[in-house]
């Protein structure tokens, strides 16, 4: 039962340089979502993509770009790292139907250092 | 702006103590609570809590909401070290988009 899976685990990057966070879902979830945790301020909704083909962004979305490739895959992407972006990342999927939601699952995040 | 406050930010308890951890939300348009349980990595399910199921009990934790004052509390009795986590508060508070807005999590650490 491989879940919610993100790739890489760990990445360091300088500043200025450009990588793409993979997420992939075998649940058949028609939403998705990207988070980032920081110490002391919970996880905070980056972009989401309430189904195929669409994508929102959420709280916190300046410097990342997101694609919903499919179903299953939805990729975040930092254009341009900077010090302010190192965080955890965490990839989730979720089911919705009108007036019902199940509860996320989670992939095992990335950890994202800028320097 | 909605949002997810929870208290206390930390808590130091021996095993075999109770807990209650805080959880109180100002957002708009409130459908439901979740709380979860984050080891290592990924937070992990524990309880969702709605207008039509207010309280919820597994093993030695239970959750209430209550809708009149705007809050949840969880409850973890006879707590183990296995119970050391960060617990998370979230909230759905937007119709059909499954966002949900997490509180700063409350760090558990029980010790032997």
């Known amino acids: 039962n491989a879940g919610v899976t993100q790739t890489p685990k760990f990445q360091v990057l300088k500043t200025g340089q450009s990588m793409t966070l993979q997420c992939a879902q075998d649940?058949?979830?028609?939403?998705m979502y990207w988070y980032r945790q920081d110490p002391g301020m919970g996880l905070r909704l980056i972009y989401y993509s309430a189904s195929e083909g669409t994508t929102d962004k959420g709280e916190v979305p300046n410097g990342y770009n997101v694609s919903r490739l499919n179903k299953r895959e939805f990729s975040l992407r930092l254009e341009s790292a900077a010090p302010s972006q190192t965080s955890v990342y965490f990839c989730?999927?979720?089911?919705?139907?009108?007036?019902?939601?199940?509860?996320?699952?989670f992939g095992s995040g990335t950890r994202l250092t800028v320097v | 702006e909605d949002k997810v406050v929870q208290s206390p930010l930390s808590l130091v308890v021996h095993e075999g103590d109770t807990v209650t951890l805080n959880c109180s939300y100002e957002v708009t348009n409130f459908r439901s609570l979740l709380w979860y349980k984050q080891e290592k990595k990924a937070p992990t399910f524990l309880f969702m809590l709605t207008s039509s199921g207010i309280e919820k009990k597994s093993g030695r934790l239970s959750s209430i909401l209550d809708k009149k004052e705007l809050s949840s509390i969880l409850n973890i009795t006879a707590t183990q070290t296995g119970d050391s986590a960060i617990y998370l508060c979230?909230?759905?508070?937007?119709?059909?988009?499954?966002?949900?807005?997490f509180g700063q999590g409350t760090t558990l650490q029980v010790k032997p």
């Open positions: 979230a909230v759905e508070a937007e119709g059909n988009t499954g966002k949900l807005i």
């Open positions: 649940m058949n979830h028609n939403s």
């Open positions: 989730a999927s979720s089911e919705i139907w009108p007036g019902q939601f199940d509860a996320y699952t």
